[in-house]
T-cell receptor
């Protein structure tokens, strides 16, 4: 596609339910990032995928959070047993980043606004 | 570990006044530096970037940033701001670890331009 696509754009879920957030990166981009942006807060890094390498999961806040990237393209962020503090905008970004590449600009999707009630 | 520090969480400034949004990074390897902007109720978009060459980079809407390697800074400046510049600004560093590049973002600075 022309840009990074995220779905759904909005999600309201009940506390304790599981949710899945989807990200379609720009075709050919090897790097994919998930961030969380809470109201009035900055960008909180969650997880980073780069090609076929093991993902950098150092930003995941708890074991209720997981993500996968199938076939080096689409990624799904899963939050199990959601809590109210999980309410935030979840942003996905992709870039052409790789070894020696200079064109490392990241392109962001519009985000998924998650509300846990 | 790499880190990006944006010292000011909020910066109020009057219209037509100059502004500087500060960004410092910590990295001992080659870095690429970026400023992203997020207008109210919109997604993040690239404002300007430093990859190599001239240490002063400019955006199309009058912002500029200067890469200062000795001070590990990449401050964003504009000589005269407009109401429409009200937004949140994020500094980011992309540097290599183990041969691949990873983005690190600062916590953002909320610029509020006052009439």
């Amino acid at each position: 596609g022309a840009g990074v696509s995220q779905s759904p754009s909005n999600k309201v879920t009940e506390k304790g339910k599981d949710v899945e957030l989807r990200c379609d990166p720009i075709s050919g981009h090897t790097a994919l990032y998930w961030y969380r942006q809470s109201l009035g807060q900055g960008l909180e890094f969650l997880i980073y995928f780069q090609g076929n390498s093991a993902p950098d999961k150092s930003g995941l806040p708890s074991d209720r959070f997981s993500a996968e990237r199938t076939g080096g393209s689409v990624s799904t962020l899963t939050i199990q047993r959601t809590q109210q503090e999980d309410s935030a905008v979840y942003l996905c970004a992709s870039s052409r980043a790789g070894t020696g590449r200079k064109n490392t600009e990241a392109f962001f999707g519009q985000g998924t606004r998650l509300t846990v009630v | 570990a790499q880190s990006v520090t944006q010292l000011d969480s909020q910066v109020p400034v009057f219209e037509e006044a100059p502004v500087e949004l500060r960004c410092n990074y910590s990295s001992s390897v080659s870095v690429y530096l970026f400023w992203y902007v997020q207008y109210p109720n919109q997604g993040l978009q690239l404002l300007l970037k430093y990859l190599s060459g001239s240490t002063l980079v400019e955006s199309i809407n009058g912002f500029e940033a200067e890469f200062n390697k000795s001070q590990t800074s990449f401050h964003l400046r504009k000589p005269s701001v407009h109401i429409s510049d009200t937004a949140e600004y994020f500094c980011a560093v992309s540097s290599t670890t183990s041969g691949t590049y990873k983005y690190i973002f600062g916590t953002g600075t909320r610029l509020k331009v006052l009439a």
